[in-house]
């Protein structure tokens, strides 16, 4: 199934004809290479800063290794690329409290929902039980398509029309600790970094769910679209200042995606990366490995 996914990322690539691989089709290591691939970084939406970090140190991996061909060069990248991405790798862990308390944000159509619903699945595959709360009140649809997930998978729901969302979210936290759950998974109204008193609700959902349990909320991730490039670099830094977030979702990354924004995340914003979507289906939520991505992007 990983084999699939990598399949999976690096036909995406090679449909936007960024693949930086074709760099490496040449036959002599020259400035002229440097060039092309400083380009394809770019155009990979690996973002200036992350680019310039590879190529002086690729330029100092092939010194140091006296690389002459232009395969073991490509090989010199995959290197560099896995060291700068292995800081966001980290497990998420459940089980240090109870309810380990997950708040969720995102901007609209990022593939929250999908994720939270795969996130459900994986739990309760890993023998978690698990308590969802849809502080979305606003969103008929939303609390709906939560609804499904909640139903697929058996778990309970905390749900209300037209609430406070800090309110949904405070008596889920309670539910979730008087049930004796062991995860309560918090979905937040889709949002962009732009509108400030949503931002500013976030903020005080986070609060109100400290409020209910001092420790929580435990985790807060952010899911972001793969495909929206140095866009998503923008939403991490924002989010990350309203709200502190512990990791991230980057879900997409089979269909178009150019893959180089975790380059940006990772030199400029390392938020741990906890899971990727590669897929609409439900199986489709892996974890990250830095080395298997960046061997994926240069394939
Ligand atoms: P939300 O508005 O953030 O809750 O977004 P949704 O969860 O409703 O997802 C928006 C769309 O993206 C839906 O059509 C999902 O099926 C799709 N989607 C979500 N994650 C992935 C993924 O990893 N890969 C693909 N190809 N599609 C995804």
Do not use: C
Not at 184 to 189: E, F, I, K, S
């Amino acid at each position: 199934a990983r084999q699939n996914w990598i399949e999976r990322l690096r036909s995406g690539l090679h449909k936007t004809g960024t693949s930086i691989a074709t760099v490496f089709t040449g036959t002599k290591i020259d400035e002229a290479l440097y060039e092309e691939l400083e380009d394809a970084l770019l155009m990979a939406d690996a973002g200036v800063k992350a680019t310039q970090h590879l190529l002086s140190d690729l330029r100092r991996r092939v010194k140091e290794t006296k690389a002459t061909e232009p395969a073991a060069v490509k090989a010199l990248l995959a290197d560099a690329l896995a060291d700068l991405l292995r800081p966001l790798e980290k497990p998420l862990v459940i089980g240090e409290h109870t309810p380990t308390v997950i708040m969720v944000a995102g901007v609209n159509g990022a593939g929250k929902t999908t994720s939270i619903g795969k996130l459900t699945r994986h739990l309760a595959d890993h023998g978690q039980s698990v308590l969802l709360a849809a502080a979305d009140t606003f969103r008929a649809a939303a609390r709906e398509q939560l609804g499904v997930w909640a139903t697929r998978n058996t778990v309970e729901i905390i749900s209300q029309e037209g609430g406070d969302p800090a309110a949904v979210s405070f008596d889920a936290v309670n539910a979730g600790r008087a049930r004796g759950k062991d995860v309560v998974l918090v979905d937040t109204a889709g949002r962009l970094p732009t509108q400030l008193h949503l931002m500013q609700e976030l903020s005080k959902i986070r609060r109100v769910i400290t409020k209910a349990e001092p420790s929580a909320p435990h985790e807060v991730l952010l899911v972001i679209d793969g495909n929206t490039g140095q866009n998503a670099l923008a939403q991490v830094r924002a989010f990350d200042e309203a709200l502190q977030l512990t990791g991230l979702i980057v879900t997409k990354l089979d269909g178009t995606a150019k893959g180089g924004v975790l380059a940006a995340i990772a030199q400029e914003r390392p938020v741990p990366v906890y899971f990727i979507g590669v897929g609409e289906r439900v199986e489709d939520l892996q974890t990250f490995d830095a080395r298997e991505f960046a061997q994926a992007l240069l394939a």
